[in-house]
């Protein structure tokens, strides 16, 4: 099974809502990773946030991070249209040389 | 500064056939990792190489290979193609060893497996 789940799978918010995506793990982890993707391209990296830190923000972007639950969170403030593809979570555990993407969660921002 | 590139873009194959995917790095990044993307799901992890050198693997058969080159370019190799080997292919590259920074993706190669 995945190291990364993500919650919900699939997100429809209306533009100029939040959008809060969430994400768990299984191991010990370095660092947990946010990417995006669009229709079926490749993934732009969004953010990295270290397993000594709790919280980080880049633009309307904050994400959040629990060790002791194993768990982070992808905060989308002021959603707009484009904001409209799939988000990914990724970790790099600290035993594997192995990098896990979660499934994803579908996010659909309307006009 | 130039970014991930994959060539081809698309292809199609048929079943037992064996397929070649070519990616190049971004400039002075040394490790280059593959990933498997099927419709509608994550990537799985395929490889990864290091300075030349296999450096991680996920869960894949020994059907899938790779190479990296000394330019840093790198090539994924899948022998006896499978319907289930159907999927978008990604590679992504990163500074340093492993994965404590942020990887660049390539806009991927859509294989199809008839």
């Known amino acids: 099974s995945q190291q990364g789940e993500e919650d919900p799978q699939a997100l429809s918010i209306q533009e100029g809502e939040n959008a809060t995506m969430n994400c768990s793990y299984k191991?010990?982890?370095?660092?947990l990773q946010w990417y995006r993707q669009n229709s079926g391209r490749g993934l732009v990296h969004l953010i990295l946030?270290?397993?000594?830190?709790r919280e980080k923000h880049s633009g309307r972007l904050r994400v959040t991070l629990d060790t002791s639950k194993k768990s982070s969170s992808l905060l989308i403030t002021a959603s707009r249209a484009a904001d409209t593809a799939s988000y990914f979570c990724a970790t790099f555990d600290n035993y594997g040389q192995n990098f896990v993407f979660g499934p994803g969660t579908r996010l659909s921002v309307l006009p | 500064e130039t970014g991930v590139t994959q060539s081809p873009t698309h292809l199609i194959k048929t079943r037992g056939q064996q397929v070649t995917l070519r990616c190049s790095s971004q400039?002075?990044?040394?490790?280059v990792s593959w990933y498997q993307q099927a419709l509608g799901q994550g990537p799985q992890f395929i490889f990864q190489y290091y300075r030349e050198e296999e450096n991680g693997r996920g869960n894949f058969p020994p059907r899938f290979s790779g190479l990296q080159f000394p330019n840093y370019s790198s090539e994924l190799n899948v022998n006896a193609l499978e319907l289930d080997d159907s999927a978008l292919y990604l590679c992504?590259?990163?500074?340093?060893?492993?994965?404590?920074?942020?990887?660049?993706f390539g806009p991927g190669t859509r294989l199809t497996v008839l």
């Open positions: 191991t010990s982890i370095n660092n």
């Open positions: 400039s002075g990044h040394n490790t």
């Open positions: 992504a590259s990163t500074p340093g060893q492993y994965h404590y920074n942020e990887q660049f």
């Open positions: 946030i270290r397993s000594n830190e």
